[in-house]
């Protein structure tokens, strides 16, 4: 039996690292997407806290978008409901760092899920505090542009240093 070739593995690792950019099943086509493009969309996200206006948050969710936030037991399964959460999140001034992030790149489709801090600031005291957090974040081409389709965020469960 002949071993693979290594300039096979290296035809495979340059295929991982291209683009998805291919057709469905049902032949629609697929938006061309990088882990730079899914990096990017975190810091579109980020700029958007820092306007503190949530209609421009808002903005980056997709029609049928859900958000799982950190600081809420209530689930915003449409536009109304993910702009009240953020009408209240933003007066604390929210400043995400991402701390790992695992990228996945898929037919229209992209997932960004690690850990993050979220720095918030007390409009009061302007105290700073860190929020160590879990996040997934699920994104969707839809109408010409990424949106974010899920949004799930929850603190750390232990201790962190």
Known sequence: MKALAFPALAAFAALAAAPVAAKTKAG????????????????KFNAAWATKNPDTVTALFGKDAVLLATVSNTPRTDAAGIRDYFVGFLKNS??????????DLGCNKATRVGTWTVNLT??????????????????????????IDHLHSSMLPEKTS
């Open 28 to 43: 629609a086509k697929c938006a061309p997407v990088t882990e730079a493009a899914v990096a990017a969309q975190f810091d």
């Open 94 to 103: 929210p400043v995400g760092v991402i701390d790992t992030s695992t990228i």
């Open 122 to 147: 007390n409009p009061d005291t302007k105290v700073v505090t860190p929020v160590k957090a879990r996040y997934s974040f699920v994104y969707k081409y839809e109408g010409g542009d990424w949106k």
